[in-house]
């Protein structure tokens, strides 16, 4: 085990990529690495994490921002629960601590947002706490060089693929010993045709030396994902477009978008989103032309979603489901958080009004 560890750390220091979280010995910084990272590419992440760092330079600045502003850097990134609970946990650690992340782990795992993971990865490459991180990357070199056939994505399995990746744990450097698996695992020990030429555990894997790779890590049957049918109408009216804001807890909580809902069995996409928005919004408009057609994959499901221009008939705005609302004009779109499936469709919507 000891020359395993030796000669990991050997090739994490001779290749490791030069990331700007890396460079960085800031809990903060690193912190706010490590939430954008969780299912999130590294090359996606980082120009995220410039712009985040440079508007909230520490803790002070992310507790004193409004969650509108934080969201809207968020924009794009996904899993915005990671946003909301990373701007209310700065809130407790400038309330609780006076701004200085606690070093406990006990502590630190009260967060809002902060689990294994977080808590193992900061605590560890932050200030050199003895735990062991357990991501996917981890679980798949785990899984290869004992050929372990728990599945991965089981959760009874978790506890021992823990117990392993603290017993393998290197307790002199724990935090870089973490970024070495982790690493293996994101550029060596890769999901699909892992490069075991260049692999510096090669000669300690037992699916290596079995000819056996391709079958680690064994996962569960993977179960249909739905697909829902959405219909979006865009409400025009002097000019002005409505918008309207999600309840700040569940998915996509606190961002904005345009009214609409599902498509029932046998409904149009059109009488869907008229009914929809006089539903939600308490509006009569008249559909005017389709715009587009979004497909845009969640965790669990998916969604088509089609979107129409509409006209304002009647009505004054009363929410059933949305907790706020706002006309906006079309200049004005870009200073509101929204999700990734209504931000696919804006380019089209905006380059259709400056045609009129």
């Known amino acids: 085990m000891q020359a395993l560890r030796k000669t990991l750390l050997q090739w994490y220091r001779a290749n490791r990529r030069q990331l700007p ?7 903060y910084r690193i912190w706010v690495s490590e ?25 002070h600045h992310l507790a004193c921002a409004q969650e509108q502003a934080v969201l809207k850097l968020w924009e794009g990134l996904g899993y915005y629960a990671r946003a909301r609970n ?16 606690p070093e406990s782990l006990a502590e630190f795992r009260k967060l809002p947002g902060v689990g294994d993971y977080i808590a193992a990865a900061v605590l560890s490459i932050a200030f050199q706490r003895p735990h062991a991180v357990l991501d996917g990357n981890v679980k798949r070199v785990l899984a290869r060089l004992q050929v372990l056939d728990l599945p991965v994505d089981q959760p009874a399995a978790h506890r021992r693929f823990q117990a392993l990746a603290q017993e393998m744990l290197d307790t002199r450097l724990p935090g870089e010993f973490n970024q070495a698996v982790m690493e293996l695992g994101a550029l060596v020990c890769t999901p699909r045709q892992p490069d075991c030429g260049r692999c510096p555990l ?20 993977p179960r249909s994902v739905p697909e829902h049918h959405i219909a ?39 009488d869907a989103c008229v009914r929809e928005i006089a539903e ?14 979004v497909k845009h994959a969640y965790t669990h499901f998916r969604i088509r979603m089609d979107v129409f221009t509409c006209r304002w008939v009647a009505g004054e705005v009363r929410l059933n489901g949305p907790v706020d609302y706002r006309w906006v004009r079309p200049t004005e779109i870009d200073a509101y958080p929204f999700p990734r499936a209504n931000t696919k469709f804006i380019p089209f919507l905006l380059a259709a009004l400056a045609g009129e």
Not at 86 to 101: D, K, P, T
Not at 202 to 220: D, H, L, M, Q
Not at 238 to 262: A, C, M, N, V, Y
Request: hydrophobic share 40%; with cysteine; charged share 25%.
């Open 21 to 27: 979280w890396r460079e960085t010995a800031d809990p």
């Open 35 to 59: 939430v954008m990272l969780q299912q999130t590419q590294v090359a996606t992440v980082i120009p995220y994490y410039h712009r985040f760092v440079a508007a909230f330079p520490d803790v």
């Open 86 to 101: 990373l701007h209310r946990a700065a809130g407790e650690v400038q309330r609780l601590y006076g701004g200085g992340i």
């Open 202 to 221: 090669a000669a300690a894997c037992s699916a290596f030396k079995t000819g056996r790779v391709a079958e680690y890590p064994k996962r569960r049957q």
């Open 232 to 270: 979006v109408g865009v409400v025009r009216r002097d000019g002005r477009l409505l918008i309207t804001r999600r309840k700040s807890e569940g998915l996509l909580g606190g961002l904005w978008e345009f009214p609409g809902g599902k498509v029932k069995m046998g409904e149009g996409a059109a």
């Open 280 to 293: 939600e919004v308490n509006l009569q408009v008249q559909v005017q032309a389709f715009l587009t057609r």
